[in-house]
């Protein structure tokens, strides 16, 4: 399908970029040392549970052999409050941690969220081929910044003394400029959504470098043409 209709390359073009860019928004991160002796703290306070358990049979055994049952009961007593203190201890520290984590986590959420509202938002775009329907300039437009960017997606390559230059093919009337493309593989043109609605066609001409005189239509061979398409109603 994307071999025969232009909107599906388009599609696959954009989500592609999109979806690459996904990696991005989040970085990696080492612990902090805080973070490390919190976690000391959690494993201290389990050893030390388990060692005061070890030490109430230890002296349960010996109050049944030597000590009275007042002697054993007052040992009980404060092995017992020992290992409430370090439960309590070890709850406080994971409530602690929770509650960093929590932090932690509502911060890459608003970060994420300042991240996709600065996403570019495409209204139109466009896939300009060649003679041969091979897919060459992916063109887009952003409202929000009433810019276009052009992607290049195909190997052509003008020479050093030419330059390409996108038009806007209007149902009447001769084409209209939108601007001279340079030889990075991506480009960014100011335009207003007036200077492309109810345009149905996009051109790219091969021109003197720095552009066709202003005011004149394309005076090179057109080498890519495609639908320019609304992505929203």
Do not use: C
């Amino acid at each position: 399908m994307a071999r025969e209709q232009a909107p599906v390359r388009a599609a696959a073009l954009i989500w592609q970029t999109r979806l690459a860019s996904i990696s991005e928004l989040q970085r990696e991160d080492s612990p902090s040392p805080e973070v490390w002796k919190r976690i000391e703290n959690l494993v201290s306070a389990e050893r030390e549970q388990q060692r005061m358990a070890a030490a109430r049979t230890d002296a349960a055994t010996a109050a049944s052999a030597k000590d009275s049952w007042w002697q054993s009961l007052s040992l009980w007593r404060g092995l017992t409050a020992a290992a409430a203190l370090a439960t309590v201890a070890a709850i406080v520290v994971g409530v602690q941690r929770h509650t960093e984590l929590g932090i932690q986590l509502g911060g890459q959420i608003a970060a994420l969220q300042t991240r996709l509202q600065a996403a570019p938002q495409i209204e139109y775009v466009a896939v300009l081929q060649d003679d041969k329907a091979a897919a060459s300039v992916l063109v887009t437009f952003d409202p929000k910044t009433n810019r276009l960017t052009l992607k290049r997606v195909g190997g052509y390559q003008e020479a050093s003394d030419k330059s390409l230059q996108l038009w806007a093919v209007p149902p009447a009337g001769g084409p209209r400029s939108l601007g001279v493309m340079g030889g990075e593989p991506v480009m960014r043109l100011p335009a207003s959504e007036g200077d492309i609605r109810a345009v149905p066609t996009l051109a790219i001409s091969l021109e003197p470098r720095g552009g066709a005189p202003a005011g004149s239509g394309p005076t090179g061979p057109v080498l890519f043409t495609g639908a320019l398409l609304q992505t929203t109603p």
